[in-house]
């Protein structure tokens, strides 16, 4: 007999749950989930109340992506079991609240890695999959869904489905950066990486401006990791000047360890005015001057390479207590340096810079999702405090040049796109729509759906 169920007397009424961008700020009914085997009971109990629901795990998106006004959030990271391991395959079947932090922890000493990976590892399989996430290498191996060989998708109605390239696959498309709209995930099988060590062969190369950006991204598109530091604050012969780090893992065989939890917590909500320009530029110039000479090698550990920003706990809480925006397009390459030069114009005259600034290409190969984010060109991603009378017109303004360049914004990173703006950057949302689960919903499919 199964231990009693932790969703039967969830229902206690309403609490906050946060994204990482600690904004907007939203109630919503909590009710966490432990078992496979509660989904059809707890979404049957939800059939006719107001408010609908939405499956959810860590909270890493930025906006409201994972978020639902007055709905019922749920919470499935009490459900993260191994359920089956193929060694010699790389095949590695778990729960969908499993994270990638404890996905590694279980794979690393069995030499593999992620095939994709982001820039934390506190997101939930699910999360992942949700959001078709990217990370350095998609120049080489894509999304994160195109290594997801099967899933199991739980309906509203009780409907079961095996989803694979092969076996639903319209569900399989619709469910890979559909933003847990399709129906509830229960487990997932992906294929991971072989690994013979925890290091990187890394490469860390300064450049200036856009043009010696894009030359580097052509001239190491071999190279399976590649992204740039950029300083979006600095003016006239340093504007857009930045890092462009590389890597490949070691082939030198060597120790294969769990990594230690992190041991450094951010321990308060900075004060509003700790980031402004002067600190910003302040901080810029200094990243930018630590690596003393133009070019470095050096074998890299790959937490710092790949989670720089893991090793301290709740380091959101550096914007203050109001929180944070990230902004984040995809341009494709015809208008890819003209948009990016003007958005970092636009971000430099604005007086707003952002120390969290990441630029790097998408190649060409293909995401498996119907609504997934990515596309060849350039992607940036930057991170402001949130100031009203600021942030919010310049989010509009970078939004608006980011569709006049033909690009699009990434939905889990999202708090300020307009119905219009999604509508015209994802035209493919009506036919997303129709595989929409009647019950699931989120407040940014609610936002960017208004007619």
Known sequence: MRPESHADDQFAGQAPFSSWGRYPNYDATIVPLSWQSDFPAVLK???????????????????????LKDGHLLVATGMNRLLAWDQEAGLLTAEAGLTLA?????????GYFLPVSPGTKYVTLAGAVANDIHGKNHHVSGTFGLHVTKFELVRSDGTRMLCSPTENPDWYAATIGGLGLTGVITWIQIRLKPIVSRLIDYEGI??????????????????????????????????????????DHSKIPDELT???????????????????????????????????KPRVRALQDYEPFFYPLDKVL??????????????????????????????????????LASFLAVVKAFGDVRSPGMMSFPQPGITLALDFPIKPDKSFPLFDRLASMTLDFGGKLYPAKDARMTASQFQTAYPQWQQFARYKDPLLTSSFWERVTQQ
């Open 45 to 67: 109990k939800f059939d006719g109340m107001p408010g609908g629901a939405l499956a959810v795990g860590m909270g890493r998106s930025y906006g409201d992506s994972c978020l």
């Open 314 to 351: 709740h380091w959101n809480r550096m914007y203050g207590k109001s929180g944070l925006l990230q902004f984040q397009y995809a341009i494709p390459w015809e208008s890819a340096r003209e948009g990016t030069i003007a958005i970092l114009n636009e971000v430099t005259k604005s007086g």
């Open 206 to 247: 300064q450049f200036h401006g856009v043009d010696e950006f894009l030359a580097l991204t052509e001239q190491y598109k071999h190279v399976e990791y590649t992204v740039s530091w950029i300083d979006c604050s600095s003016t006239g012969k340093n504007f857009a000047r930045g890092i462009f780090m590389l890597g």
């Open 102 to 110: 404890q996905l590694l922890d279980f794979s690393v000493p069995r």
């Open 258 to 292: 769990p990594s230690p939890e992190p041991k450094l917590v951010f321990p308060m909500d900075a004060p509003s005015m700790a980031l402004n320009s002067v600190t910003v530029s302040a901080f810029n110039t200094l990243f930018f001057h630590k690596q003393i």
